[in-house]
């Protein structure tokens, strides 16, 4: 499989749920990104989180990072409508360090009001 | 608009022909990043430019494909003779200089080019 792997692939949840998306990579790494696409979008920036780094939060954003076991996980809690779009999950790997992003295939989140 | 620019974001070309693809940084950002995507899949990494300098084009074919940044203007991937397969869209992502446990990129809204 491929580094920055999420999974589930596709998510259907109610409005207002908490959404958690997972993602397993292989290299060890520098820091771990995670971008939000809507549909004929660019990739916006969500959250970047560090090696030394274990938990961090950014409005009903949480997202976790295990270096042992070479995971992450993003939880949208109280999530909207609006919510709804790609996410993908990025790593910027210690061997080629800042020269690029190897991304997973994405996770599909469908909100429904 | 101070985010990434991209244009055209709509790009059709029939086989052949050549494709240039054109991406303005964020202000302040001095390092370019372009990535392909396909139909339903994550992005892969092209190349990666700094000002007048080719960082790592390891994610580019050999062939056809050139990318440059050069000092006045902005960065442009170029694609000669372009085939069926060349179909996707493209994004180019921008990022400050590179620290200690990185920058995020920052992405513009892609150009979507289409091979009749």
């Known amino acids: 499989s491929q580094q920055g792997e999420e999974d589930p692939q596709a998510l259907s949840i109610q409005e207002g749920e908490n959404a958690t998306m997972n993602c397993s990579y292989k290299?060890?790494?520098?820091?771990l990104q995670w971008y939000r696409q809507n549909s004929g979008r660019g990739l916006v920036h969500l959250i970047l989180?560090?090696?030394?780094?274990r938990e961090k939060h950014s409005g009903r954003l949480r997202v976790t990072l295990d270096t042992s076991k070479k995971s992450s996980s993003l939880l949208i809690t109280a999530s909207r409508a609006a919510d709804t779009a790609s996410y993908f999950c990025?790593?910027?790997?210690?061997?080629?360090?800042?020269?690029?992003?190897?991304f997973g295939e994405g996770t599909q989140l469908t909100v429904n009001p | 608009n101070a985010g990434v620019m991209q244009n055209p974001r709509h790009l059709v070309r029939r086989r052949g022909q050549e494709a240039r693809l054109r991406c303005s940084p964020m202000?302040?950002?001095?390092?370019v990043y372009w990535y392909r995507q396909l139909p339903e899949e994550g992005l892969k990494f092209m190349v990666y430019?700094?000002?007048?300098?080719?960082?790592?084009e390891s994610g580019m074919p050999k062939e056809r494909f050139s990318a440059e940044f050069p000092k006045e203007g902005p960065s442009i991937l170029r694609i000669q003779q372009v085939v069926r397969g060349d179909s996707a869209a493209y994004f180019c992502?921008?990022?400050?200089?590179?620290?200690?446990?990185?920058?995020?990129?920052?992405f513009g809204d892609g150009t979507r080019l289409s091979i009749l």
């Open positions: 992502a921008s990022s400050r200089k590179q620290g200690a446990g990185g920058q995020p990129q920052h």
């Open positions: 989180i560090r090696s030394n780094e």
């Open positions: 290299t060890s790494i520098n820091n």
């Open positions: 202000k302040g950002h001095s390092h």
């Open positions: 430019l700094q000002k007048e300098n080719i960082i790592d």
């Open positions: 990025a790593t910027d790997a210690e061997e080629t360090s800042g020269s690029r992003l190897t």
